[in-house]
Structure formats: C-alpha cells, structure tokens
C-alpha cells in the first residue's frame, strides 16, 4: 500500500509537471505571420530539445567574437547587438512578471529576448520580415510561441533603445 502511495505521488508530480510546462515537446512552426492581437492565436513552441541544444551551441560560436556589457539587466548585453534595453515584461497566462532584456540591430529587424522565468533562462531570436517573425533559436523551446505577443509589446511599448557598447 505504501509503494502504491507513492507510485501515485510521483505520478501527480510528473503530471503537474508536463501542465506546468506546456505537455508537449512536439510544434508547429517557426514561421508566424504577424496579425492583430485581437485575432491572435497561440500555437505551440517549435523546438525540440535537441534542436534547441544545438541551436543554443551555434549562437554561442556566433557569439565567440562579442563582448558583454552589464546593463542591469538579467542578462549582459553584447556587442553582437547595436542597441538594447531592459523592461519588465507580463506574461498574462501564467501572471508573471520579468525583466526582459531586449537586444537589437539598428534596422530593428532581428531581435534577441533574454529573461528568467521559473528559474530558467529564457533565450530567443526573431527576424521581422514585413508582416512575417521567423524564430530563429530558442533555447528552450518554449517562448517561441509567444514570439507575436513580444514582437507587439515591442512595437507598442520601446520608442528609447540605448547604444551598446
């Protein structure tokens, strides 16, 4: 009785886990095409975990040659980028607040979104074509879907970028 107890516990905290974190490491697409928020639709992250692994693996060569600079953030910026800034970002599905790191280019076309959430480091890159966001990495395979959401909050909230570097 003891062993079915326990088995049962471990079982409820597997299963608490999977909700907690989406229930699936299967995914649509990286592709999004942008569209108004009221219309809006989530859709499921892209990566695999072995898929984010190597992606993580090839930013962070990509990365060999940039410096990092310490802005206050979660995270340091880095030299790869040209402008940056910090905000404290609102996740409305889980009613979590982060302070969101947000790096870019100066034709504002490719972005990098850096933040903790739940103790894990949060790493994502999109390129912004006309109405279209392509994710390009995301370490965890887990914010890629809100990538339209960000890409909004961005657009609507971020007129003052700072220089790095």
């Known amino acids: 009785m003891k062993k079915k107890m326990m088995l049962l516990a471990l079982v409820l905290v597997v299963a608490l886990f999977v909700s907690a974190c989406g229930g699936s490491s299967s995914t649509n697409s990286d592709t999004t095409t942008a569209e108004p928020a009221a219309t809006e639709t989530e859709a499921p992250a892209e990566k695999n975990d072995a898929s984010a692994s190597t992606e993580a693996a090839a930013t962070a060569e990509t990365a060999g040659d940039a410096v990092e600079v310490d802005v206050g953030g979660p995270f340091p910026a880095t030299t790869n980028w040209d402008e940056y800034v910090v905000v404290p970002y609102y996740f409305e599905e889980t ?9 870019t280019n100066k034709a504002h076309d490719k972005f990098e979104v850096l933040f903790n959430f739940f103790g894990d480091k949060q790493d994502m890159a999109f390129s912004v074509n ?9 370490l965890t395979g887990f914010i890629g879907k809100d990538v339209q959401k960000i890409y909004t909050f961005i657009q609507e909230n971020i007129t003052d970028w700072n220089t790095i570097g």
């Open 95 to 103: 009613d979590e607040n982060v302070d969101m790191l947000i790096e």
């Open 130 to 138: 006309g109405d279209e966001l392509t994710v390009d990495s995301d």
